[in-house]
């Protein structure tokens, strides 16, 4: 019997050793969230390519909208997120809840149909936009766009979303059919169908900031601090 049971304690301990071990390399395995406009435009080679050399590294790539992302982060379904730099909108909220780290700049665009009068400017300003049905785009950087409307006009009433929509896809074939006019960033543009669309500069121009962060109570994992290291 005691040889029995010494059997039988010696495969458990084993087994807590493969378990932890397991539950280590699950901890550190990078689970990241991103915006759809910076994943298809611009992300998806770089994962591609640190996944390529740390084949384990990365365990999960959610897709969603800012806010989706933000609650991820918050909920610990993911360690790190990736979205517009909506940071200034609750600073406090941000200072207090998160860390966060400057990726890139992306210019914002003025997306027009072909035909359209303003089409044959150089560059279009934000109140010669707010003049024409708005088709905004809700996929990623809704946030913003409202921020630049209300920082351009002197008369922020004068600036109506006329039409709401998710998919860049969608809103380029809206665009295309004389519905209306729309802001969107220059990534969201990426192997994109352009036909019978224009997009021209802001004037002033605008960029929107894309930003990586994770919450303050759960630091960054060395898989994260590698990502960012590598890739930016």
Known sequence: MLTSARKVVGELQVLNQQVEQFHNEADEALKIGVILSALSGWLSPQLASFT??????ISLVLEGIEEEIKEWVESGVINMGVTTDVTQLNLTYWLENFEWQLLKKDEIVAVLPESHPLSKEASVTVAE?????????????EALIQQIFAHSLEEVDTFQVDFCVRDTWTLLQ??????????????????KPTANVVTRPLSPRR???LIAFWPKRQPLNPVGKQFLKECW
């Open 52 to 57: 390529s050399r740390y084949p384990d590294a």
């Open 129 to 141: 936009l707010a003049e024409h049905p708005l088709i905004m785009s809700s996929g990623g950087c």
């Open 174 to 191: 809206m665009v295309a059919g004389d519905v209306g006019v729309s802001l969107v960033p220059t990534l969201a543009l990426s192997n």
């Open 207 to 209: 960029d929107r900031n």
